[in-house]
């Protein structure tokens, strides 16, 4: 079985500041891993992915993951937060099997202060 | 290039009532994915539909059911509505084969998500 804990369902950051989200997964065979993003009142967009090439990943509007094995983690980080990283950010974990059925957490609620 | 297209956007239901939820996927994807989000839930996989057979089921209730048409659109339907049934329906599209031959690995496949059809059950 695989499962997905996303620590903090709210974090507020300055504009400017450094954007951290943390995500540990669980699972019994080799993941993939992806953060996906949902801003109010629309469906989900895909920020990144994690498919067992580079253990860094970098993805769009400048954010990047790091795939960690031995702390089974995939956290997700901005070096600088802009007002528009305000939504709320999903971290979803597949398995390398037949089909792409998604895991996801309960999603962490980022807020950008000015 | 339309990307994946809900209908309705919202709808309000009562309890026991039957609901119908529709989805056309990507241009050039053939695989549709339903998912249930709840509010302040992250999303749940409900099922996953791949040439026309439902392919995945998530841990739903038999009154979740739906359908594929060889168009590669989909249809969700939920009987006898309940008050959990409330939440944001979320279908989700993606490339399963090409060419006839089976994308490898297919966990990797990335989802294009929907907006989603907002269902309140009153």
């Known amino acids: 079985a695989q499962s997905v804990t996303q620590l903090g369902s709210h974090v507020s950051v300055s504009e400017g500041a450094l954007v951290l989200l943390r995500c540990n997964y669980s699972?019994?065979?080799?993941?993939?891993l992806f953060w996906y993003v949902q801003y109010p009142n629309q469906g989900l967009q895909l920020l990144l992915k994690?498919?067992?090439?580079?253990?860094l990943v970098k993805g769009i509007n400048g954010f990047e993951a790091e795939f960690k094995k031995s702390e089974t983690s995939f956290h997700l980080t901005k070096p600088s937060a802009h007002m528009s990283d305000a939504a709320e950010y999903f971290c979803?974990?597949?398995?390398?099997?037949?089909?792409?059925?998604?895991?996801f957490g309960a999603g962490t609620i980022l807020r950008v202060k000015s | 290039d339309a990307g994946v297209t809900q209908s309705p956007t919202h709808l309000i239901k009562t309890r026991g009532q039957q609901v119908t939820l529709r989805c056309s996927p990507k241009?050039?994807?053939?695989?549709v994915s339903w998912y249930q989000q709840a509010l302040g839930q992250g999303p749940q996989f409900i099922f996953q539909?791949?040439?026309?057979?439902?392919?995945q089921r998530g841990n739903f209730p038999d009154r979740f059911s739906g359908h594929q048409f060889p168009n590669y659109s989909s249809e969700l339907n939920v009987n006898a509505l309940l008050l959990g049934d409330s939440a944001l329906y979320l279908c989700?599209?993606?490339?399963?084969?090409?060419?006839?031959?089976?994308?490898?690995?297919?966990?990797?496949?990335?989802?294009?998500f929907g907006a989603g059809s907002r269902l309140t059950v009153l």
């Open positions: 989700a599209s993606s490339l399963m084969s090409s060419g006839g031959q089976r994308i490898i690995p297919v966990g990797a496949n990335v989802l294009t």
């Open positions: 539909y791949y040439e026309e057979e439902e392919r």
């Open positions: 994690y498919t067992s090439a580079a253990t």
């Open positions: 699972s019994s065979v080799p993941p993939y």
């Open positions: 241009s050039g994807h053939d695989t």
């Open positions: 979803a974990v597949s398995a390398k099997t037949y089909g792409n059925k998604l895991v």
